[in-house]
């Protein structure tokens, strides 16, 4: 009997649920993805070859301009019920008599960036929805002088709500050491003697012919 030839047909591959997929993927991301705000100043880290990671909770981070500028910033912890920030925004509003509302207590436990707010416009930094004045408002950064050492208060008051809390230095590769040192010496004052410097990972060179031998 003669052998039934059957039609030859190229194979067809239906990419319907793969972009369906990829659609339902790209929408939850849109939905859930939290924009994170500009940093108000930009840092240029030096560079060293740590390769030891900055932890991701219980971190408060100092931000060092290469102007002398200070910033703050730090996590809400590693649990979403802990809610840290806007404990440590009470507590500082305790110590300057200021007293905060809750939409105020959320804008400020939603702002992931490095603030330089004086205190006594904290509140009106929160209220804005113009970031030209917000940027105007934190153009100082954190008050650090003696007669008005916010910075401290803001230490204290952190570690007050998150006893685990570590410090963390991200300065400029051109800032003024006597500003880093007015920062430890701040840490210090508050009993934190261990704290990170934050860095850009130096390039290791790789000399072949010492391998090779």
Not at 36 to 48: G, L, M
Not at 140 to 153: E, F, H, K, T, V
């Amino acid at each position: 009997m003669p052998k039934i030839k059957l039609p030859t047909q190229s194979p067809h591959i239906d990419m319907t649920p793969m972009v369906d997929l990829f659609s339902v993927v790209l929408i939850f991301l849109m939905l859930t993805t939290t924009m994170r705000q500009p940093e108000p100043a930009t840092v240029d880290t030096p560079f060293s070859i740590s390769e030891t990671p900055t932890p991701d909770f219980n971190q408060m981070i100092f931000l060092i301009s290469a102007d002398g500028k200070v910033f703050m910033n730090f996590d809400n912890g590693p649990d979403t019920l802990l809610k840290y920030r806007p404990k440590i925004l009470d507590e500082m509003g305790k110590r300057y008599e200021i007293e905060f509302t809750d939409l105020e207590r959320r804008a400020f436990e939603k702002y992931k960036s490095a603030l330089g707010v004086p205190i006594t416009r904290m509140k009106e930094f929160l209220n804005s929805n113009d970031n030209n004045l917000k940027n105007s408002i934190q153009e100082g950064g954190i008050p650090i002088d003696s007669a008005d050492n916010q910075l401290a208060m803001w230490i204290l008051c952190a570690r007050q709500v998150n006893p685990n809390i570590q410090a963390s230095i991200k300065g400029d590769s051109n800032t003024e050491f006597s500003v880093v040192e007015k920062v430890l010496d701040i840490l210090q004052d508050k009993n934190v003697n261990r704290f990170n410097l934050v860095t850009s990972l130096e390039a290791a060179k790789i000399n072949l012919e010492e391998i090779q031998q």
